[in-house]
């Protein structure tokens, strides 16, 4: 039945081969919401997969510690491998390196493992290796360098070292990979709130893996814009390259 229902809304679509938009099941997030959504143009190809957040999820959020987490399903109707959930994470006073990244800001993590391994993931114990565990290094993206050590409940973190916030400039948008059991397990654009509230729009280019354990679509761009119609904030991969 799930089939048929894709194949009829690309049937519709295909009929002038514009893109369209199918959303997945909103979230509570601050006095807003939050949700999935994934691109499809009318011959079925990936255009793009992101998070929207309404206006109004940027206010009431929790302003003091512990991290929030919201974790949003993607839109039923779909399958976009290697893609399995996504968990956004607000910190009201940033995280670890505090210089760096001691601001108000959101994680928005796009996981390739199931939300039960994520949510298990402890990187301590007998935990430890398998959290830390070497990746082939075909599978590090160009460029990226390893964390010291893995966070609870999402895995090794791996930055680029070429990002401004490593040069003197403030921190308001980056992208990093995760990495848990010898595998890239998820991406990660990171963006402040007052990025956001900037209404600044935003693209940048990222590196992808010469080779992924986890096949799929892997996103050589991301973008962060708000649409004044929609009211809502997106954050986006896009110009998707399929790993096989």
């Known amino acids: 039945m799930k089939e048929f229902v894709i194949f009829c809304c690309l049937l519709f679509a295909g009929l ?25 143009d009318g011959n079925g190809k990936l255009i793009s997969l992101g998070v929207a957040l309404s206006n109004k999820a940027l ?41 760096i990244y001691g601001l108000p800001h959101f994680d928005v993590h796009f996981y390739f493992i199931s939300r039960e391994v994520q949510e298990a993931i402890t990187c301590a114990g007998a935990d430890h290796a398998v959290c830390m565990a070497a990746l082939d290094p075909k599978e590090i993206p160009p460029f990226y360098a390893p964390t010291p050590d893995g966070v609870p409940m999402m895995g090794w973190h791996w930055i680029d070292p070429r990002s401004p916030e490593f040069h003197g400039k403030t921190f308001t948008a980056t992208y990093i990979y995760g990495a848990y059991n010898g595998n890239i397990s998820f991406l990660e654009p990171m963006v402040t709130r007052d990025f956001l509230l900037s209404k600044k729009p935003f693209q940048k280019n990222v590196p992808v893996p010469e080779v992924v354990a ?8 991301y973008s962060i814009e708000h649409d004044s119609s929609k009211k809502a904030y997106f954050i986006t991969l896009k110009n998707f390259v399929k790993k096989n």
């Open 16 to 40: 002038n081969a514009q893109a369209f938009k199918i959303y997945g099941n909103a979230v509570q997030i601050g006095n807003g919401a939050g949700r999935t959504f994934v691109d499809i």
């Open 214 to 221: 986890n096949k799929g679509y892997y996103p050589q761009t």
């Open 59 to 99: 206010e009431g959020l929790p302003p003091h510690m512990p991290m929030s987490n919201f974790t949003l399903s993607l839109p039923s109707l779909v399958n976009v491998p290697p893609y399995n959930h996504i968990v956004i994470n607000w910190n009201p006073h940033g995280h670890e390196p505090d210089p």
